[in-house]
């Protein structure tokens, strides 16, 4: 039990399967996780090996066909619509490949998004703190569509922060971005995972976007091919080759 | 491109039917109208033969003047006359009849069967012999005694008569109590529409109505070897001039004529009302085919690509329309007999029986009806369509699909302007129409013209001002709702064109019922305003049906009552004034009682000038005559209903725009009566003496009515102007049922405009469901957007509807109208919007709130 504790996100024998009979695809083939608070983990693995589907699961956007998923001590494989909304709501934090701003919101609007979902009040020094750290303060009035790409991207991310959630979900969140941007982005998420203490998992196909994490998982074919902490993008690369 | 067509169509199977659904209601309405009007025409055609089959030839009054409700009850002629045409050559048999529509049958309330005011008449006839009865017994027989009577099988069903019955019948002589001897049908016991037909004997019939001595129809039937034609040539040149003689056939064309053109009416207005549902859903077809244009932007331009030439898109879009036109059409005509139903229903609920023996599609109303859904669906898919060939080829490429902004602050410029012509040009017609001068039937085309032109301008210009509305209409949601209405504000002004083109649909309607209100409401207060400042009298005795007239004895018998001072009575005729062939409803006023009881307002002359009128003095309405270029001290010659022609000299003239006492001219009741041969009154203002007990003594007018004529009822200055408001709040009524089809329609398209925005933000939903928003949130949001847009309608209509009937009534100040602006309306508006908003957003909420998340997101 004490060991769970720290376990920010766990899962067990997890198993997710598409379609039935002949036709069907076992996205998740019996996945068993850990995932320890304060770290910053990137599941790697080819096209179609199942990462997106683990993230959704983990997050409680999908739900697996089989084993179970614990979120910050409480299982929430059994949970109802409305309680995995409040989970989403309270402990979690997402970042997606498409940037998904609210186009009518201001760079500001969009990040305390969360809070005013939840009906919260915003704590102006964390905002303050998060549109510094990311770098858009002074972009703060701008919508969406008046920023680039790798803006767009840092108001995401600033918007999972904000709600300072116990772990924050990224899928791709360089798939859209340059190469200066992406550095921006992962050099973000790395000291919000150094500097405030969060758990980031991200799900990536990219070994150099994978190097910046302190942990590795390569997904084969729905299954945990390895888990290791690796340090350079080659390293990464050569574990996905053998994959 | 056909086939792609056929695809698109079939691929959105449920928003092609959800955007016929826009056509649907108009065409329904269409085709429901003419298969109502064939077939009530051709029942009347077949009931009206039916009555004439066997005579070749009918005698009647002549008929100078129709007045406004076409044929009025005439005085007859003298018997003797049948003599005479018994004399002419070729005449193998004559008869003759009574035939007047001046009785009451009566319930064991004393109340008139069948609807309690304004509905279809009752007649009594007397029996004719073979061949001209048209009547035939199904149960009992004809009446035989003076205290017998025959009734039509509808009305005894309606009534539950038995032969045996005793029941009371009301005429110009009076009531009395009758037995019921027979029922009788026509041939095949078509409808009368409503109307009851009560069969005495001859000798009855005529005291009953008060014409001894008369007949009001001789008909005649032709020896071998006459043809009714030139039997009614023989008949015509040895009876006197002021008898009409046609043939039976000619009869019957005429009779029925005349029944139609009043029917041709709701025809006509029926027809108005489906044109306003067509045009509300031209609306939204446009609007719906803008949408799925821009969303399919990629797609034409692919199409581009691969060598589609503009004109190929464009055929394939208008084919699409054209489908959903036809559809729509299908649709429509299986939906008219539904609206045929409905209406019959309306109509009987208020007493008439619209007779449709058989209903039956026409091929014409089937091509028209087609005609219409595709011609508007086609039509209103046309600017679409073209916008769809502006897409170049390398739109195929971009991120989003749509113009670049240049492009469309381009296209909005041209937009604007031309919106901001149409609107101007909208203005101005209607301004010339209701300030101008001109006849009624082309001022109702203008002001449609008028009405179309300003509508598509607004909802053109709309979309310039719909950001600043909707963010206004959007704050206190916002302030009260929080997020969802934070973005539902937002989302409001994210396609500005499309939201004001969903908002206008719903501002039609609104505009036209906040219209209809505010004008009716004003009629109404012009109307009982006369009522308190006119009639400064104790009662009013008028006919129970509200508009028939009552018995010219009343007057004399309630001037015997204890307690009452003065009885001024007043009866109408319909005459030509000779000149110009104006037709007026001339006033016939007893000159003596008059002053006492009635608050003339004189603008020339006095109360003496009435008390000097004499046979040959008139007095005009001031109004009427400034129209009619008339002065005081002209002479006017005058030709009455009955064919006789009168001078009269106009001695003072009265303010009395609405017509309570003079409406245009007024004469002294006994030249009405004695040249014109008027037997009736209109009403009779009764006056208390003073100091006399006033409940005690209408009681006793109200006795003595009950027993000797139950079809005239006592009217205090309150009950008056509770009718008059009852009346005009019928037709009110009636109005708001027929524009709430075109409401119902703008609220397809509020349902519609959400649905498809919808579809292009499954994204954003599912990112806001990913990061917390509970399904809630997500359908308030929705809601929100909807009610935003429909308050968005409504409130510009209320405007738009409100400066329109000050507008109206302020060109028909003269005729005594008055603004009066109900508050509750603006009121039960407000909250119909919001409560159509939240309706029209459950669908498309519950859809939002159950977007797959994962789907949303990984879509692209
Ligand atoms: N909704 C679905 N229906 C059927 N099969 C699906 C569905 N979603 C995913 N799959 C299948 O599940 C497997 C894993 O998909 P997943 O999206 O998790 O892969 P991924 O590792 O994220 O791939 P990529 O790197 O391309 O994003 C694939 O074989 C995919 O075809
Ligand atoms: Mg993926």
Redesign the interface.
Known sequence: MEAQAEMIVRCVDLRRRYGEGEAAVDALAGVTLDFPRGELTSIVGPSGSGKSTLMHVLAGLDRPTGGQVWVDGSEITALEDAELTRLRRDKLGFIFQFFNLVPVLSAEENVTLPLRIAGRDVDDGWLETLLDTVGIADRRTHRPAELSGGQQQRVAIARALISKPAVVFADEPTGNLDSTSSTHVLELLRRSVDELGHTVIMVTHDPRVAAYADRVVLLVDGGVSSDTSVASAEQVHELMQTA | MLRLAIRNFGARKLRSVATAMAVFFGVAMVAGTLILSDSVNASFDELFGEVNAGIDVSIRPEVAVEGEFGSVPTTGFDASLLKQVRGVDGVEKAAGTINDPRISILDENGDRIGPPQGGPPHIAVSPLPEPFESLSYIEGSQPRTPDEFGIDSISADNEGYEIGDTVRITGPAGAKEYTLSGIAEFGSGASLGGASLAEFTLGEARRLTDKPGKFDAIDAAAADGVTPEQLAQRIAAALPSNVDVRTGTETAAEDAGDIKDGFAFLTTALLVFAAIAVFVGAFLIYNTFSITIAQRTREFAMLRTLGASARQLVAGVLAEAAMVGALASALGIAGGFGFVVAIKAIFSAVGFDLPTSGLGLDLTTVLIAIAVGIGATVLSALAPALRATRVAPLEALRESGGSTEAEVRRHGRRRTVIAAVLSVLGVAIIALTLFGSGGIGSALVQLGVGLVALFIGLAMLGGRAVPAIASALGWPIEKLR??PG??AR??S??EPARTATTAAALMIGVALVVFVGVFSSSIKTSATETIDSQFAGDLAIVNTDGFSPIPAKIADEVAGIDGVQSVSPLSTVPAKLDDGGEEINLTGVEPDGLAAIANLDWTDGSDETLAELGSSGAIVEQGWADDNDVEVGDTVPLTGANGEQIEVEVRGAVDDQSGLVVGSLAIARTTLRDTFGVTDDFLDFVGFAPGADAAATRNAVDELLASRFPNAESRDQNELKADQEDAINQVVALIYVLLGLSVIVSVFGIVNTLSLTILERR??F??????????R?VRRMVRYESVITALLGTIVGAVVGLVLAIAAVEALKDEGLVLSVPIALPIVVLIAAIVLGALAAIGPARRASRVN??EA??Y?
């Open positions: 929080g997020i934070r973005l937002e989302n002004q994210r994204r954003e599912g990112m806001l469901r990913a990061i917390g928003s509970s399904r949130q998340v994962i997101l990984q692209e």
